[in-house]
């Protein structure tokens, strides 16, 4: 599923978030994906608001897990990843400055 099928209109996060209509911000949230270890994958769900990345455990919680600030981050496409005979990973890195 693309991150634009997940654009903003529908998620309580999203709409309490303080954006004035003038304001080209992007408001994505989804499910991702992440490589805990070279075998184990886990499930987050992601908001991204603005320049900060909230974490969850999953879609209902209130609470977020962590947020980062992507300021000065960069993002780097990986290669694919086969996941059994159907599931297909579009895997990325955020790099993040040395000082962050």
């Given amino acids: 599923m693309s991150p634009s099928s997940f654009l903003a209109g ?3 996060r999203l709409q309490s978030y303080n954006a004035n209509e003038n304001d080209k911000t992007i408001q994505i949230e989804g499910e991702i994906i992440r490589k805990a270890t070279e075998t184990k994958l ?3 769900w992601y908001c991204l608001l603005g320049k900060e990345l909230y974490v969850y ?3 209902q919680e209130e609470k977020h897990k962590s947020m980062h600030s992507l300021i000065g981050c960069f993002l780097k496409d990986e290669p ?3 996941l059994g005979n159907t599931t297909v990973l579009y895997p990325f890195k955020l790099i993040f400055p040395q000082n962050k």
């Fill in 57 to 59: 455990k999953n879609k």
């Fill in 10 to 12: 529908t998620s309580p």
């Fill in 42 to 44: 886990k499930r987050y």
């Fill in 80 to 82: 694919e990843e086969q």
